[in-house]
């Protein structure tokens, strides 16, 4: 049966929902930090540090959804909550413009921003073949799963977010905002991550911050790795190319337990994102489940369960002779 996407989309477009949402985590992190202080010395915080771990993810989430300018009705509240909510999860609200360009190609490998088809798979096997040795090398070594979701998350959001900047000069976006607007607000950004980091360590809880980062990096880093890589993949031409099928087809549906489902804000219907991004994380369950009970649109989505995402944390390479997402260890048969 057909449905009318319009009316569903904007049946689900943002509420004042959200201030019941950000109320209940305001509490759940303020709570968390208290905690996390006042366990400081305590062998308790292998608990506290764990769960403002998972909370940091849902305040990405919360962060993500304002850069869509989907999460309030208010595109200045949203443009306010992103700014703080930024500065807890370290990364500026300017991020929205790169992943703007995300949604714009994602499955395009011949889109006109020369952005990649999908961001964690940086060669294809036969680009990977003409490297030399010494390239083949330190790419093995960093995209080493082992690696490269263990360290190069924090990395990314402690120090080279600081100059992230850089990435909007040198790289083509689909929407360009005034560099001086940009720069500052990576200025902003970067003094309140300075600050918090500085308060964090007066109250001698910084090292409890970092592994805090460190879990919600590492998990929000390898959730993203599942939405976009997974087999059979969706690569297709620019001419191709197609925003639903983007989201249908290039996006998966991760089967997140119930009791992990706060944290990850509803973003594992990945798909539902990607076909609109302007429903916020706090509808898109619903919207998915009213699709489908009302039509047939989302009986090919690709599901996900949790063992399959960790194998898939070791795709890296597409092969495009086989059109699917391969190994290290495939492509050294290959070569």
């Not at 807890?88 to 949604?103: C, G």
């Not at 002779?321 to 290290?328: L, S």
Request: glycine residues 4%; aromatic residues 18%.
């Amino acid at each position: 049966m057909a449905i009318n996407q319009t009316a569903l989309f904007i049946k689900y477009k943002s509420s004042n929902k959200a201030f019941i949402d950000l109320s209940v985590h305001t509490f759940l992190l303020c709570s968390s930090f208290y905690s996390l202080w006042y366990f400081r010395n305590n062998w308790l915080n292998i608990i506290t540090i764990p769960l403002l771990g998972l909370l940091n993810i849902k305040t990405f989430i919360i962060f993500h959804d304002c850069g869509h300018n989907s999460y309030t009705p208010s595109t200045t509240l949203n443009y306010i909550l992103g700014m703080i909510t930024g500065i807890l999860v370290q990364m500026p609200l300017s991020f929205s413009f790169r992943h703007d360009t995300h949604h714009a190609t994602n499955g395009n490998i011949e889109n006109t921003y020369g952005w990649r088809y999908n961001e964690h798979i940086y060669y294809t096997l036969s680009q990977y073949k003409k490297l030399g040795t010494v390239k083949r090398c330190l790419f093995r070594f960093f995209i080493t799963p082992e690696i490269f979701f263990l360290f190069a998350p924090l990395l990314n959001f402690v120090i080279l977010e600081r100059f992230s900047f850089i990435k909007i000069i040198y790289r083509k976006i689909r929407k360009n905002p005034n560099p001086f607007y940009w720069f500052l607000e990576q200025l902003i950004n970067n003094i309140g991550v300075f600050y918090l980091n500085y308060i964090l360590y007066c109250n001698s809880i910084l090292i409890h911050w970092l592994l805090v980062m460190w879990i919600s990096s590492n998990i929000g880093v390898m959730l993203f790795h599942c939405q976009h890589t997974f087999n059979p993949p969706y690569v297709v031409n620019n001419e191709n190319w197609d925003l639903k099928d983007s989201g249908i087809m290039g996006s998966s549906f991760i089967q997140i337990p119930y009791f992990l489902k706060y944290f990850t804000g509803g973003i594992e219907y990945h798909h539902v994102h990607h076909m609109n991004a302007k429903i916020p994380n706090y509808n898109l369950q619903k919207y998915h489940e009213e699709v489908i009970q009302k039509s047939n649109m989302f009986d090919n989505i690709v599901k996900l369960s949790l063992a399959d995402c960790y194998d898939n944390l070791w795709l890296v390479l597409y092969d495009e002779d086989r059109k699917k997402y391969i190994t290290f260890a495939e492509a050294f048969t290959e070569t």
